[in-house]
């Protein structure tokens, strides 16, 4: 009966786990167990909150630095370090990341585990392949629910955009893309990943103007980091065929 009555006043106060965790705390002075008891609550509420960020950021695989492997094939620009990269600075600063490079030669890995990274620092992250936006942005437009479809971009702080070029766009949706991204310009941060230069993004633009003006905004508060070599992936599948 008291731990219904201890729920139920933890439920008035909105404290969602000090009745699941207060018989662990010490109790060595009610000064102590209280204090442990409380910590307890910020700690949960705090591994909850990170378990919500990484369920709304919809990754499509559990990717971390520590299994990124930092080899030879990727290039960092004079602007940005890998301890900046770690300590998401870029985020802070609301720059942009844009990683080009061969598919399979870990564009997506590190992009998807700066994502988490940010999930665990308390940040607001969505990912994307960008062929799957286009057209989530298309059906809103067609229902009328554009502006509503977009207000949900308000509250975020990192956006990742995957595979920036497997797939061309019309030139309305290019332009619903264009608008989004230019609404991220100097506020948010974007990570995009590509295997196109961007010498070649008229291919998925179509329109030349509305192709340089991304790229103008996208790279205007950027840091572009190229990779070399061939595919992890095929690499690793050939390596199991022998």
Request: charged share 25%; hydrophobic share 40%; proline share 2%.
């Amino acid at each position: 009966m008291m731990t219904e009555n201890l729920r139920d006043l933890c439920k008035q106060l909105r404290l969602a786990y000090v009745a699941d965790s207060f018989e662990n705390a010490d109790f060595s002075t009610p000064e102590v167990f209280l204090t442990n008891v409380l910590i307890q609550e910020i700690e949960m509420r705090e591994v909850a909150k990170v378990e919500r960020n990484l369920k709304k950021a919809r990754f499509l695989e559990n990717k971390s630095l520590e299994s990124y492997h930092w080899g030879t094939s990727i290039r960092l620009p004079q602007t940005v370090t890998k301890d900046q990269l770690e300590n998401l600075d870029f985020i802070r600063d609301h720059q942009n990341l844009v990683l080009v490079g061969a598919p399979g030669t870990g564009k997506t890995h590190l992009a998807s585990a700066l994502g988490r990274k940010a999930c665990e620092k308390g940040y607001e992250v969505r990912f994307y392949r960008v062929s799957h936006l286009v057209e989530e942005l298309e059906i809103a437009q067609r229902n009328g629910k554009l502006s509503a479809f977009r207000k949900k971009f308000d509250g975020i702080q990192l956006l990742i955009l995957d595979e920036m070029g497997y797939v061309p766009f019309s030139k309305e949706s290019a332009e619903i893309l264009f608008q989004l991204i230019t609404e991220f310009y100097e506020k948010k941060s974007l990570i995009v990943t590509s295997n196109l230069e961007f010498s070649q993004w008229n291919r998925i633009f179509i329109d030349s103007r509305l192709t340089a003006a991304l790229v103008d905004r996208l790279i205007h508060h950027a840091h572009v980091i190229t990779y070399s070599g061939e595919s992890y992936r095929l690499t690793n599948a050939l390596s199991r065929l022998k």
